[in-house]
């Protein structure tokens, strides 16, 4: 496992999702999704679309390293919606995951969104991600935008 290097080796920056490190981090991320969830219920985006206008992508790196991603798609002029969040396996449990959540939450507020919600799978490998979120304010709700019931995936929101 890597160790995380100090605070000023760590670095979030917009990602335009053409190195080679991300778009495997990002193909790793959609395999994951649907080994713990029917393809029906895998609403990940694949990367043409997170390079859509809609979207924002960030990629976190440790020392250069590509340690983990985020985006955040704006729903509406009040309402964003994560995606992509991912960590890299050789960087997990060091905090990072909780760094680019905060970065995009500070990235909605700065966007004057007043709503912040995401989608994620309901699955036992999904618990980690849960545990983050609600540490965050973030609160299972019904379901938004396109996304319907479905017993492998749950949304949560939170107020900005």
């Known amino acids: 496992m890597a160790q995380v290097a100090a605070a000023a080796d760590i670095q979030i920056v917009e990602d ?3 190195g080679g490190d991300i778009i495997a981090l990002l193909e790793y991320h ?3 999704m649907a ?11 694949p990367v043409e679309r997170l390079r ?16 983990g991603c985020g985006a955040l798609k704006q729903i509406d002029a009040t309402h964003g919606e994560l995606k992509a ?7 997990l449990r060091q905090g990072l995951a909780e760094r680019m959540l905060l970065h995009l939450i500070a990235q909605a507020r700065l966007r004057g969104y ?8 309901l699955p036992e490998p999904f618990q980690p991600a849960h545990a983050l979120y609600r ?15 479905d017993p492998f995936s749950m949304c949560m929101t939170r107020r900005l």
């Open 30 to 32: 959609l395999a994951e």
């Open 114 to 121: 007043t709503q912040l919600s995401l989608e994620t799978g």
């Open 52 to 67: 859509a206008p809609d979207v924002t992508f960030w990629s976190i790196r440790v020392g250069g390293a590509l340690a």
């Open 16 to 18: 335009d999702l053409s």
């Open 85 to 91: 969040m991912r960590t890299d396996p050789a960087f």
């Open 135 to 149: 540490k965050h304010g973030f609160e299972r709700c019904a379901p938004f935008g396109d996304y319907t019931e």
């Open 35 to 45: 080994r713990h969830s029917p393809i029906c219920s895998v609403h990940s985006f």
